[in-house]
């Protein structure tokens, strides 16, 4: 796709899901340079199954930026099992005041994301492949808002982000629309934590007959995590919290 059809479609799709003002002639660049880059580097090595541009700008660019105004300003956020980088590189597009960390375990994942931030020009983002409970062993209660993607149920995630969320920040859970079950197993956890739950947005992305339902839980941190969490990984999925 060239690149007046990729910016009249991201155009099209951010202003019927109520986004435009996140976007701009020079963030539709961005969002231009990053869709192709993922094509081409998904012919190397498995980064999506998400290969076409219009699904890449629904699924990947659009679903990502749906919390990028929940964070606040000139916050330090990182993102738990970043992936490829969502919704890390699109909220680094969109929020160039939001210092960025990305978290995953994978390298490949992890040098594709640093390696396509500098080609953008994006410095407002710098991802580091560790899992996220030996993160927390020297970086904990670091970061003004934790936040995670399609990584795993609630009551696993939130161990693995509240205890790298300060005392007052946030953690955004990026769920479907199975998320009220997904709370319900997770909210003494999550209370365990330090946290309650600050509010709740349901969201229906479209473009033409396609539609995405979303839940994104946001929760309050009102105090320190006990210093016992996080367990290893394998503990908070044979016990979860």
């Known amino acids: ?29 961005k969002f231009y340079k ?3 880059i993922l094509i081409e580097t998904n012919k190397l090595f498995n980064l999506t199954a998400i290969t ?3 699904g890449i700008i629904l699924k990947h660019f659009a679903d990502s930026v749906t919390i990028a105004r929940l964070i606040p300003e000139h916050s330090t956020l990182i993102d738990v099992g970043c992936g490829a980088g969502f919704p890390s590189l699109p909220i680094a597009i969109v929020r160039n005041d939001v210092k960025i960390t990305s978290l995953d375990s994978t390298a490949k994942k992890i040098n594709f994301i640093n390696s396509t931030a500098k080609e953008l020009e994006l410095d407002n983002i710098v991802a580091i492949t560790a899992r996220a409970e030996d993160f927390a062993k020297t970086n904990r209660e670091k970061f003004d808002v934790s936040t995670s993607r399609a990584v795993a149920r609630l009551n696993i995630l939130d161990e693995l982000c509240l205890p790298l969320t300060k005392k007052n920040g946030l953690f955004i859970a990026m769920k479907s629309s199975r998320g009220e079950e997904e709370y319900n197993e997770a909210k003494n956890g999550i209370s365990k934590l330090g946290a309650n739950l600050l509010q ?5 992305l479209k473009n033409d007959d396609e539609s995405l339902d979303r839940e994104i839980y946001v929760f309050k941190k009102h105090s320190a995590t006990p210093v016992q969490y996080p367990r290893n990984y394998s503990q908070i999925c ?3 919290l």
Request: net charge negative; hydrophobic share 30%; glycine share 2%.
């Open 52 to 54: 076409d541009e219009k």
């Open 200 to 204: 709740i947005s349901s969201i229906t």
């Open 34 to 36: 990053l869709s192709s």
């Open 238 to 240: 044979k016990k979860p």
């Open 1 to 29: 796709m060239n690149k007046k059809d990729f910016t009249e479609l991201i155009n099209k799709i951010f202003e019927q899901n109520g986004l435009s003002d996140l976007l701009n002639e020079e963030k539709s660049e």
